[in-house]
């Protein structure tokens, strides 16, 4: 899967609201622009639909993502702790993720964010370069695992049909 065959994607952002649906895909849009060699990993999982942008099919290498919530999207930094943010415009106080939150495609800071989006990913390349591995890039998306429960407040989810 690429850019353009998100029917996956789209499977999964269904139970969102519309406005929350346009971002995400913008966003996306946004991100795939930037680095279309990177391979975009899927996953639908209980509490949220991520999608990340790696320089391999590991989660671990994972420099930036889309977290996808009922009001809003986190634009995230997967080792945000580690790249320069001086308008101090990143949230998040753990050890390494970092996050923008995204009401709307319109009002957010493209240049800053292109800025941090450059400084994730050579950060990076320089841990693959530490492990002694090269990036694989392929620019495809992988739904790397899809839950088959979710729990999402403020998302009302079909009930499941019992078994006459």
């Given at each position: 899967?690429?850019?353009?065959e998100?029917?996956?994607?789209?499977?999964?952002?269904?139970?969102?609201?519309?406005?929350?649906?346009?971002?995400?895909?913008?966003l996306?849009?946004?991100?795939w622009?930037?680095?279309?060699?990177c391979?975009?990993?899927?996953?639908?999982?209980?509490?949220?639909?991520?999608?990340?942008?790696s320089?391999?099919?590991?989660?671990?290498?994972?420099?930036?993502?889309?977290?996808?919530?009922?009001?809003?999207?986190h634009?995230?930094?997967?080792?945000?702790?580690?790249?320069a943010?001086?308008?101090?415009?990143?949230?998040?106080?753990?050890?390494?993720?970092?996050?923008i939150?995204?009401?709307?495609?319109e009002?957010?800071?493209?240049?800053?964010?292109?800025?941090?989006?450059?400084?994730?990913?050579?950060?990076?390349?320089?841990?693959?370069?530490?492990?002694?591995?090269?990036?694989?890039?392929?620019?495809?998306?992988?739904?790397?695992?899809?839950?088959?429960?979710?729990?999402?407040?403020?998302?009302?989810?079909?009930?499941?049909?019992?078994?006459?």
């Amino acid at each position: 899967m690429s850019k353009e065959e998100n029917s996956d994607l789209i499977k999964f952002l269904e139970p969102y609201p519309e406005e929350v649906q346009k971002n995400a895909l913008l966003l996306r849009d946004f991100l795939w622009d930037l680095y279309p060699k990177c391979n975009e990993l899927i996953y639908d999982n209980y509490n949220a639909l991520v999608s990340g942008w790696s320089t391999t099919e590991k989660m671990g290498d994972i420099f930036c993502s889309v977290g996808v919530f009922p009001k809003h999207i986190h634009l995230g930094f997967y080792w945000g702790s580690e790249i320069a943010d001086p308008e101090n415009k990143l949230q998040g106080k753990g050890k390494q993720y970092r996050y923008i939150i995204v009401t709307d495609m319109e009002t957010i800071p493209k240049k800053y964010m292109i800025r941090l989006l450059k400084d994730a990913y050579n950060n990076s390349i320089a841990k693959l370069k530490l492990k002694k591995l090269q990036p694989q890039l392929k620019g495809i998306t992988i739904v790397k695992s899809e839950s088959p429960v979710k729990r999402r407040p403020g998302i009302k989810t079909a009930k499941k049909i019992k078994n006459k």
